[in-house]
């Protein structure tokens, strides 16, 4: 057990809908990572928020935003949903800007 | 662009043997790596890391070997063990950074 969690573990839903996928990162780690992984492919880093500030920016579509709250954990909105966005989205935290990043368990999303 | 490449989909070995899994990367701004490993389900498990400035980390069955010049780094596990059969992904990121880039992983399975 990393200590990140994730909710929901699943969600399906259709185009064009909206969704939010939450994650608490591990007692004390100011840094929140999302990541995806489509079928098939690797993880691809989409966006990073350090205490509460977005760090760093990945291959995030302009449909996906994100936010960092006070309390740390993090949310991650995807909206007008496509079949294509269909993936597993893991959270990841660290305790430093920078260094080992520790994973949730990941939420499947399917778009129908 | 894949920045960090393993060739290899997958690698097969027996209980008790050496694994032995590859590592390429392009991008010479790359001063630290990592090794997660990832069992179905789950998210991905921070497992060994090293940092440009040195050749070689070990940890317990685990050792990183770090090649600058041929930018390659390779992971060993000795003696390799059926809970190790996993998929394996190398990761790097440059120290000033806080994007960790992925490799597409490689599927271990360690055979009795």
């Known amino acids: 057990d990393s200590g990140v969690t994730q909710t929901p573990k699943h969600l399906i839903t259709a185009t064009g809908q909206r969704v939010t996928l939450r994650c608490s990162p591990r007692?004390?780690?100011?840094?929140v990572y999302w990541y995806q992984q489509s079928l098939d492919q690797g993880l691809q880093f989409l966006i990073q928020?350090?205490?509460?500030?977005?760090?760093a920016k990945g291959n995030i579509l302009e449909r996906f935003s994100a936010q960092q709250f006070p309390d740390l954990h993090s949310e991650l909105n995807l909206s007008s949903l496509e079949l294509g966005d269909s993936a597993l989205y893991f959270c990841a935290s660290s305790g430093r800007v920078t260094g080992e990043q520790y994973f949730g368990p990941g939420t499947r999303l399917t778009v129908t | 662009d894949q920045q960090v490449k393993q060739n290899s989909p997958s690698l097969s070995v027996q209980e008790g043997r050496i694994s032995i899994l590859n590592c390429d990367y392009t991008n010479s701004m790359f001063d630290y790596f990592l090794w997660y490993k990832k069992y179905p389900a789950e998210g991905p498990t921070f497992l060994i890391s090293i940092s440009s400035i040195k050749d070689k980390n070990e940890d317990g069955r685990f050792t990183v070997f770090l090649n600058k010049s041929a930018k390659h780094l390779s992971l060993h596990i000795v003696p390799s063990q059926p809970g190790d059969s996993a998929v394996y992904f190398c990761a790097a990121f440059t120290g000033g950074g806080n994007k960790l880039t992925f490799g597409t992983g490689t599927q271990l399975k360690v055979e009795l």
């Open positions: 007692s004390g780690d100011l840094s």
């Open positions: 928020y350090y205490n509460g500030e977005e760090r």
